[in-house]
Nanobody, 125 residues
Framework: QVQLVESGGGLVQAGGSLRLSCAAS????????MGWFRQAPGKAREFVAT????????YYADSVKGRFTISRDNAKNTVYLQMNSLKPEDTAVYYC??????????????????WGQGTQVTVSS
């Protein structure tokens, strides 16, 4: 059974940092693009960041560019999201996603076939 399990969420003050992890099990995703999405209360799920299979290519939403960094460790089958300079508007449930078909960076949620259960990130002002 394939699972993506996020961890590292929590409550942090504005300006603080958090590092999210997403550990995959059940199959390897070392040849697949990975991504992070988020969903705030009452809003649609939105793209945050994506990374290619090799880690050489990344792409970010404008709202997080320069503050968030996505990375991966294929040996550990894990992807990370380092979040710095957090703002209250970053408050959301953050989801990890793995593509089945694509190796290059992917923005669309439809490009991803596996999703984690989500981890809550709350940024207080």
């Amino acid at each position: 059974q394939v699972q993506l399990v996020e961890s590292g969420g929590g409550l942090v003050q504005a300006g603080g940092s958090l590092r999210l992890s997403c550990a995959a099990s059940g199959r390897t995703f070392s040849s697949n693009a990975m991504g992070w999405f988020r969903q705030a209360p009452g809003k649609a799920r939105e793209f945050v960041a994506t990374i290619s299979w090799s880690g050489d290519s990344t792409y970010y939403a404008d709202s997080v560019k320069g503050r968030f960094t996505i990375s991966r460790d294929n040996a550990k089958n894990t992807v990370y999201l380092q979040m710095n300079s957090l703002k209250p508007e970053d408050t959301a449930v953050y989801y990890c996603a793995a593509s089945i078909l694509f190796r290059t960076v992917q923005v669309a949620a439809g490009a991803y076939g596996y999703w984690g259960q989500g981890t809550q990130v709350t940024v207080s002002s």
